[in-house]
């Protein structure tokens, strides 16, 4: 059964790290694409990053301050997030999809609540 579990969530201060993990079963990292994913309340799902082999992508608002990255040996994938703001407070969500960056996303985990306070 394919399953991914995430983990690491919790309230941070503003400017606070937090480091998100997305441990897979099933299948196996090294030759999926993976992607996170946060919906904050009356927000639309929106994507944070992807990985999809040596391919890193972020979007725009978190470039520069939110690292993702694979262990294969623990078969999990990390978001770490540093200089977070309260903008960043939502549910963070990780999902296997087809590739990154792509469109179609599926075997999504049960997400976990960061929040961030100012």
């Known amino acids: 059964e394919v399953q991914l579990v995430e983990s690491g969530g919790g309230l941070v201060q503003a400017g606070g790290s937090l480091r998100l993990s997305c441990a897979a079963s099933g299948f196996t990292l090294d030759a999926a694409a993976i992607g996170w994913f946060r919906q904050a309340p009356g927000k639309e799902r929106e994507g944070v990053s992807c990985i999809s082999g040596s391919l890193t992508r972020y979007a725009v608002s978190v470039q520069g301050r939110f690292t993702m990255s694979r262990d294969t040996a623990k078969n999990t994938v990390y978001l770490q997030m540093n200089s977070l703001k309260p903008d960043d407070t939502a549910v963070y969500y990780c999902?296997?999809?087809?590739?990154?960056?792509?469109?179609?996303?599926?075997?999504w985990g049960q997400g976990t609540q960061v929040t961030v306070s100012s």
């Open positions: 999902a296997r999809g087809v590739s990154c960056p792509g469109s179609t996303w599926y075997s």
